[in-house]
């Protein structure tokens, strides 16, 4: 009940395509969906997060779908970059500091 | 904008050897943590602390102890190194904020440890 379960592992986009990537959860307890970006060779970097009394929060050209009765989250990567390439991870959150993460998945645009 | 800083990038120990990883954090937070990183797992917690001298096991404490003595340093130790050990280690702080909700965990650029 813990788990958060990510997907795809790996993503290849073209430039200027739309990456998604998904998120599922079983616990309805959770109450923060953070998404976080990770360069090679650099720690993980909160890049947009949403409450579940939200469906949609949009950042730029980052956007996080929140779908409370499937307990599903994604994050949509608009006019997708080269300079996006790196790996992405989300995670939820108990009314705690703890997060539980997902697997990760590791993206690369094509220029 | 808070900084998180590991001591080493980098580190290369023998099998059995006492291992100290530090982490310090500049923001006063309250909550540390330290994470393991390896690929298709993901990050999965070893240890975190919400105060000085309080510590709480995370999903994979064993082989791993930590010390918080000082509110701004984090160590974690290795206390006889293994070979399944190797890893990329992270480490994570965030505020206690009541009534606030959750706050983003704010994490160091990680050190890769090979136990050879």
């Known amino acids: 009940q813990q788990q958060v379960k990510q997907s795809p592992q790996s993503l290849i986009v073209q430039k200027g395509g739309i990456s998604i990537i998904n998120c599922a959860y079983e616990?309805?307890?959770?109450?923060?969906f953070p998404w976080y970006q990770q360069f090679p060779g650099k720690g993980p970097a909160l890049l947009i997060a949403i409450r579940p009394d939200v469906s949609e929060k949009k950042e730029g050209r980052f956007t996080i779908s929140f779908n409370k009765s499937a307990k599903q989250f994604s994050l949509h990567i608009m006019d997708s970059q080269p300079g996006d390439s790196a790996t992405y991870f989300c995670?939820?959150?108990?009314?705690?500091?703890?997060?539980?993460f997902g697997t990760g998945t590791r993206l690369k645009v094509l220029a | 904008d808070v900084k998180v800083t590991q001591s080493s990038r980098y580190l290369v120990k023998r099998t059995g050897e006492k291992v100290f990883l530090e982490c310090v954090q500049d923001?006063?937070?309250?909550?540390m943590f330290w994470y393991r990183q390896d690929p298709g797992l993901g990050l999965r917690l070893i240890y975190f602390s919400y105060d000085v001298k309080m510590k709480e096991k995370g999903d994979i404490p064993e082989g791993y102890s930590v010390s918080r003595e000082k509110k701004e340093r984090f160590s974690l130790i290795l206390e006889s190194a293994s070979t399944n050990q190797t890893s990329m280690y992270l480490c994570?702080?965030?505020?206690?904020?009541?009534?606030?909700?959750?706050?983003?965990?704010?994490f160091g650029d990680g050190t890769r440890l090979s136990i050879l």
């Open positions: 994570a702080s965030v505020a206690s904020s009541p009534g606030q909700g959750n706050q983003p965990q704010h």
């Open positions: 995670a939820a959150s108990l009314r705690t500091y703890k997060y539980i």
């Open positions: 616990n309805t307890a959770f109450d923060y």
């Open positions: 923001m006063d937070h309250e909550n």
